[in-house]
């Protein structure tokens, strides 16, 4: 995630180093759990209503549960190997590539490339949609406040896409993690303030028009849904519940933002803690009390779908909570990205100038900032190139979706897992290694089938698709 620089008048003292000759690192704790919440708690906390109306009272909560300990487990696993072979003095590995290759090698180092890099650059292109529908959704808002609910009130996302990746652009300049607990924080404020909105809304209307009818199991086949419909969407919810959690594809390169006393693994442990448990939390409350106040009819979101519309001013509020969310998150999870190509131009064309030279420029209230012309152009160009392909493709977070479930199971329980067992030197058979691999396999087989619920759900907006009409989230 760090690019070294030249420092070619050697002004830098050895007291601003890490041990590794890099700038001293000073993430902590604290720092660490607000890139995780950015990173975790998304907009489809709103969703979670939803999810938990399509499995019910007794799998929903169980569901949500199950995930958040397994992806707690993995990754305090995949915190102990941010140093190899020692935890704790080992050689820092600085992305979850390295980190494969240090334990396993081989192919798996690929098909992780693969699994994490796919999933970031989904991730940003579904953030860019997402983020459009809430700011479309403060202009509905207020369009329905004054002419009335039964209005269309029909608004083209493309502009606010626009104006997504322009603020992206400026924010994509800043060099590195390192550099990005600031919005983290912020957008961490954020997620909680619209999930405590969207509680506290639920909670008003429970208590203004009594609880909807709800079911031990879910949406009824015959009543809500039909069999197959109801089948397909518990698939698609489990795999809804189970993405919510994972946030495996960017956490090393968080743990490689902390300083090293006390231990980085440590704080690690400490920060996923705070930040899983402040997850489940939230993700419970928001989903149960959104079950609670709409029922089997639980819409995909219920603040940008519109379950409420009064009070217009608190749900504009929200929306424009949600935004300013998704600008932090989509920041967290392209910098992994920025960083790896970065990386490998430096070692690629070491000796060119556009690439590796900086410059110093002077900014009021901040000092001097190092300018980069490679970085400058080429983060333009892919904040560019992933707001034009959202508004090309306006399902794309389908897409998002088919990614988020081809890459959990991989980079969320079989890489952290495999990599733990070869650590630690885990006899085959024994009693610990069984439990472990059916860990693996039972995740297997549900990230398969959130796969196949994926797959559906992007068939049927294939089938829907009509080019150059605006998108809108009902």
């Given at each position: 995630m760090y690019i070294e620089q030249n420092d070619p008048e050697g002004d830098i003292r050895k007291d601003f180093l890490d041990d590794d000759g890099r700038a001293k690192r000073t993430g902590t704790w604290v720092t660490a759990s607000a890139h995780i919440i950015t990173a975790v708690i998304g907009s489809g906390v709103l969703s979670l209503a939803w999810a938990i109306a399509q499995l019910g009272w007794v799998a929903g909560p169980a569901v949500l549960m199950a995930f958040s300990f397994i992806t707690y487990y993995t990754s305090t696993l995949l915190s102990d190997c941010y140093r190899s072979p020692d935890p704790v003095t080992g050689k820092r590995n600085y992305t979850y590539m390295d980190v494969v290759r240090a334990s396993l090698g081989g192919r798996s180092v690929q098909l992780c490339g693969l699994a994490q890099y796919g999933n970031l650059i989904g991730v940003t292109i579904g953030y860019t949609i997402t983020a459009s529908i809430s700011m479309v959704a403060v202009k509905r808002s207020n369009c329905f406040h004054r002419h009335g609910h039964h209005?269309?009130?029909?608004?083209?996302?493309?502009?606010?896409?626009?104006?997504?990746?322009?603020?992206?652009?400026?924010?994509?300049?800043?060099?590195?993690?390192?550099?990005?607990?600031?919005?983290?924080?912020?957008?961490?404020?954020?997620?909680?303030?619209?999930?405590?909105?969207?509680?506290?809304?639920?909670?008003?209307?429970?208590?203004?028009?009594?609880?909807?009818?709800?079911?031990?199991?879910?949406?009824?086949?015959?009543?809500?849904?039909?069999?197959?419909?109801?089948?397909?969407?518990?698939?698609?919810?489990?795999?809804?519940?189970?993405?919510?959690?994972?946030?495996?594809?960017?956490?090393?390169?968080?743990?490689?933002?902390?300083?090293?006393?006390?231990?980085?693994?440590?704080?690690?442990?400490?920060?996923?803690?705070?930040?899983?448990?402040?997850?489940?939390?939230?993700?419970?409350?928001?989903?149960?009390?959104?079950?609670?106040?709409f029922g089997n009819d639980a819409p995909g979101n219920f603040l940008t779908g519109f379950g409420f519309y009064e009070p217009f001013w608190l749900v504009d509020f929200a929306n424009a909570c949600i935004a300013v969310h998704l600008i932090g998150a989509y920041q967290v999870f392209c910098q992994p990205i920025f960083g790896f190509v970065e990386k490998w131009c430096n070692k690629r064309w070491p000796e060119?100038?556009?690439?590796?030279?900086?410059?110093?420029?002077?900014?009021?209230?901040?000092?001097?900032?190092?300018?980069?012309?490679?970085?400058?152009?080429?983060?333009?160009?892919?904040?560019?190139?992933?707001?034009?392909?959202?508004?090309?493709?306006?399902?794309?977070?389908?897409?998002?979706?088919?990614?988020?479930?081809?890459?959990?199971?991989?980079?969320?329980?079989?890489?952290?897992?495999?990599?733990?067992?070869?650590?630690?030197?885990?006899?085959?058979?024994?009693?610990?290694?069984?439990?472990?691999?059916?860990?693996?396999?039972?995740?297997?087989?549900?990230?398969?089938?959130?796969?196949?619920?994926?797959?559906?759900?992007?068939?049927?907006?294939?089938?829907?698709?009509?080019?150059?009409?605006?998108?809108?989230?009902?």
């Open positions: 209005v269309k009130c029909y608004t083209s996302n493309n502009p606010l896409m626009i104006i997504f990746a322009c603020i992206q652009i400026v924010l994509s300049q800043i060099p590195n993690f390192h550099k990005l607990s600031w919005l983290s924080i912020l957008a961490a404020v954020m997620s909680f303030a619209y999930s405590s909105i969207g509680i506290g809304l639920s909670i008003a209307k429970v208590i203004g028009d009594g609880p909807h009818a709800t079911t031990l199991t879910g949406t009824t086949v015959g009543v809500d849904v039909s069999a197959s419909e109801k089948v397909w969407r518990a698939f698609q919810a489990i795999g809804d519940v189970a993405f919510a959690y994972a946030f495996s594809t960017v956490l090393v390169e968080i743990q490689d933002t902390l300083k090293s006393s006390p231990p980085e693994n440590k704080s690690m442990k400490r920060a996923t803690a705070v930040g899983v448990t402040t997850t489940t939390l939230f993700y419970i409350m928001c989903g149960v009390m959104g079950y609670l106040a060119n100038k556009f690439i590796t030279s900086e410059h110093g420029i002077n900014v009021p209230c901040y000092g001097v900032y190092h300018v980069n012309s490679f970085r400058l152009v080429w983060r333009t160009a892919y904040v560019i190139v992933s707001a034009v392909l959202a508004m090309i493709f306006p399902f794309f977070n389908d897409f998002v979706g088919l990614i988020g479930a081809a890459s959990f199971w991989p980079l969320t329980v079989y890489f952290p897992v495999e990599m733990y067992i070869a650590r630690t030197k885990i006899r085959r058979f024994s009693f610990t290694w069984v439990w472990l691999k059916i860990l693996i396999w039972s995740c297997f087989i549900v990230s398969l089938v959130a796969l196949v619920g994926s797959v559906q759900g992007l068939i049927q907006s294939l089938k829907t698709y009509r080019p150059f009409q605006a998108v809108q989230e009902e």
